[in-house]
């Protein structure tokens, strides 16, 4: 019997952690922000089945440390968003230090019952290794398409998918401007 109770006390353990959602393994920061995105979309989630499809939507950006800030319809003064029905449209600008800085921007309309999110990340770097990047992402013709190259700036698509990579070379640095969008189905 005292062999067996360490193995009893890690299997009621074990099975308590996989009961758990993935929204309530989140941190309390990761929760807030989601709530936020949910309540300015103004989407009723109360089994938070929503919040947890947006989180698998951009999980990577709440790797290590991060920060954030977003903004509605009616932070500026003269927006005329301001009657309490400003719903339908969050952006959210997170940081962290693996990923720069990253844009997500979520529009809702509820006849539609999707949202569509656009994903923009910045990245800046030496203009030898963007231009490297650049050049092996051109010659993948199997993944990538050339929409336009021109000087020091170029845009490349991914095939059949809204994906975009901006390029932009200036002096001995460079950025590349990564956007996607996808729709998340409700």
Known sequence: M??????LLLLAFSSNAFALNLYDSLSEPQKSVLTTIVTQLGIKDDDNSIKEKLYNESSFI??????????????????????????????????????????LT?????????????????RHGSSSLVLEEFGKRKADTDKYELRHESGNYAL????????????HVSGNTASVVYQSQVAIDL
């Open 2 to 7: 005292k062999k067996l109770l360490p193995f």
């Open 62 to 103: 709440f790797e290590e440390r991060w920060s954030s800030y977003w903004t509605g319809l009616n932070e500026l003064a003269r927006s005329n968003y301001k009657d309490g029905k400003e719903k339908g449209f969050i952006e959210l600008a997170l940081n962290n230090s693996k990923h720069g800085t990253v844009f």
């Open 106 to 122: 979520y529009i809702h309309k509820p006849e539609a019952k999707q949202i569509i999110l656009v994903a923009r990340q910045i």
């Open 156 to 167: 490349l698509q991914q095939k059949g998918k809204v994906s975009f990579e901006f390029f």
